[in-house]
């Protein structure tokens, strides 16, 4: 039997934080990634995140944070790719503990959602957090599965561009 405890709240297979609008003379954009399964990368995962499955990772319960290093690029728009567990999921975004907005997650699809940054990414290090209105568990809702973990969205990616 699968004694899984974990509360869940969503699930990230990559970030991508990228500036398309400085063209640095080598004609390379400024751009990085986190890919939430290399070992790696767990430096940047700081809190609510589980062992990496499936393509990705599940935040385990409401909140989830990030942690990126920003060089002399401005970032202007936060972007989720994201699709919620049953019902529709409010979101709410912040930047380095600022509020910068909410999306509502639709759980019939996988879908990108946009946000403007207004100016928080700073050059340095920045906290991406994600507080999510519920959660729900697995084996409440899907048949034959003794997965007793909780869950709210799947997110495919977040990238800073």
């Known amino acids: 039997s699968n004694k899984d405890y ?73 972007i989720l790719t994201a699709q919620a567990f049953h019902n529709f999921q409010e979101t709410n975004i912040f930047i380095n503990n600022t509020f910068i907005g909410k999306v509502k997650i639709d759980p019939e ?21 994600l507080k999510f209105s519920h959660a729900q568990r697995i084996g409440k809702l899907v048949e034959k599965t003794q997965d007793i973990r909780m869950v709210s969205v799947y997110i495919k990616s977040i990238m800073l561009k």
């Open 109 to 129: 699809k996988v879908d990108e959602y946009t946000i403007k940054v207004k100016d928080l990414i700073k050059k340095g290090s920045n906290i991406i957090t």
């Open 6 to 78: 974990r509360r869940l709240g969503a699930f990230f297979s990559e970030l991508n934080i990228s500036d398309t609008s400085k063209k640095p003379e080598s004609g390379k954009k400024e751009y990085m990634s986190i890919f939430f399964n290399q070992s790696d990368d767990e430096r940047f995962l700081l809190e609510g995140w589980s062992d990496y499955e499936k393509g990705g990772r599940w935040v385990e319960g409401k909140i989830a944070k990030v942690q990126f290093e920003v060089g002399d690029s401005k970032p202007k728009h936060l």
